[in-house]
C-alpha cells in the first residue's frame, strides 16, 4: 500500500480516516479517527493498539461481557478514554390520566440504536418526568416530558380524552397517544403516537374508555363493557419491557371492567363511583415511561382521580 516512507529514525505509515480497500497481509496505517494503528491480516483490517474504552456517568453496571450505565435522572456521559459504539435506549415520560370516564394516559416514546462515542467528549443526557394525573373532575392529565440522549430526541406521552360536561374528548398526541374517552353513550378516539417511537391510544366506547398507546403496540380499544388495556411496551437488549400504555376508565354505574396497563409500566384504570367503590387508577411504574391510568366517574379526590405517567430512563451499553 503505498503512502508510507522510511526515515533514519523513523517510519511514517500512512494515515486514513477509515479502512482503505485493496490492502494485502502486512499492510499497516494509522487510523485518524480511531488514533491506532491497524495491520490487514490478509482478510481484515484488525488494530494494533486500541486504547482502553472507560467512561462516566449514571449508575453503572455489569451483565455478562456488557457494561450499563443508567440514567434515572438527568446528568452527563463522559468518554475518558478510547472510543466505542455504544448501544442506547432513550425512554421517555409516561404522560398522566385525565380525570372523569377517561382513557389511559399514553406511554413516553422511545428511541433505541447504536452510537459511536469519542475519547474526550461528554454527552447531554436529559430524562423526562412523568406527567401528572388530571388534577379535578373534568381535567386533562399533562403529557410526559422529553428524554434526550447523543442529539437524539425521544418525545414524551400523550394524555388522555375524558367526559366534558355531555362531550366524550379524544386523547392526545404524543410519543405515544392517550386513550379516548367514553361515557353516557359514545366514545372518542385515542391519539395518535410518533412514528417510530411509539403507537395510538385506542378509542372509547360507551361507558367504558380506550387504553394509551405503548412503545411495542397501541392501546386496545373499550367496548360497552370493558375499558382498553393499554398498549404493550418495548423489549430493550437488556431483556426488560418498558413504555406500556395506561389502563382506561371506566363508568362503573354502568357496569365495566377498566382497563390494565399495559406490560412495561403501565397503570390500571379506575372505576370508582361517586358512592366510593370500585378501584382506584394506579399510577405508571417510575423509570419505564408507562401511562398513568384513566378514571372512572365523577373523581372527588385525589386518589380517585387520573394518575401520573411514570419517568422515563437512559441507558448505554458497551462492551466491557
Not at 499492510?27 to 482502553?52: C, L, Q, R
Request: glycine fraction near 32%; aromatic fraction near 6%.
Amino acid at each position: 500500500m503505498a503512502g508510507g516512507s522510511i526515515g533514519p529514525t523513523s517510519v511514517n505509515v500512512p494515515q486514513h480516516s477509515s479502512d482503505p480497500s485493496g490492502a494485502s497481509q502486512g499492510d499497516m496505517y494509522y487510523n485518524t479517527t480511531a488514533s491506532t494503528m491497524k495491520v490487514h491480516n490478509g482478510s481484515v483490517w484488525t488494530a494494533i493498539y486500541e486504547e482502553p474504552f472507560t467512561a462516566s456517568g449514571g449508575t453503572t453496571s455489569t451483565s455478562g461481557i456488557y457494561t450499563f450505565h443508567t440514567f434515572n435522572s438527568s446528568g452527563s456521559f463522559q468518554v475518558l478514554s478510547g472510543n466505542r459504539t455504544v448501544d442506547y435506549l432513550i425512554q421517555a415520560g409516561g404522560a398522566g390520566g385525565s380525570s372523569d370516564r377517561s382513557g389511559g394516559g399514553g406511554a413516553g416514546g422511545k428511541r433505541a440504536g447504536t452510537y459511536d462515542v469519542t475519547s474526550g467528549n461528554t454527552y447531554s443526557i436529559v430524562v423526562g418526568g412523568g406527567g401528572a394525573g388530571g388534577p379535578t373532575d373534568e381535567s386533562y392529565g399533562s403529557a410526559g416530558g422529553n428524554s434526550s440522549a447523543f442529539s437524539l430526541t425521544a418525545t414524551g406521552g400523550g394524555t388522555s380524552g375524558f367526559q366534558s360536561g355531555s362531550t366524550m374528548l379524544s386523547g392526545v398526541a404524543g410519543g405515544c397517544g392517550g386513550g379516548g374517552a367514553g361515557g353516557d353513550g359514545s366514545g372518542a378516539s385515542g391519539g395518535s403516537g410518533t412514528s417510530g417511537q411509539g403507537n395510538a391510544g385506542g378509542s372509547g366506547a360507551a361507558s367504558c374508555s380506550g387504553g394509551g398507546g405503548g412503545t411495542g403496540g397501541v392501546g386496545v380499544n373499550a367496548t360497552t363493557s370493558n375499558a382498553g388495556n393499554g398498549g404493550p411496551g418495548y423489549t430493550w437488549v437488556d431483556g426488560v419491557t418498558r413504555g406500556g400504555g395506561g389502563g382506561g376508565g371506566v363508568d362503573k354505574r354502568q357496569n365495566g371492567t377498566p382497563g390494565s396497563g399495559g406490560s412495561g409500566g403501565g397503570g390500571q384504570g379506575g372505576d370508582m363511583t361517586l358512592s366510593g367503590t370500585g378501584v382506584y387508577a394506579a399510577a405508571g411504574t417510575a423509570n419505564t415511561g408507562g401511562g398513568g391510568g384513566g378514571s372512572g366517574c365523577d373523581p372527588t379526590n385525589a386518589i380517585s382521580m387520573g394518575q401520573a405517567g411514570g419517568s422515563g430512563v437512559v441507558i448505554i451499553r458497551y462492551v466491557s
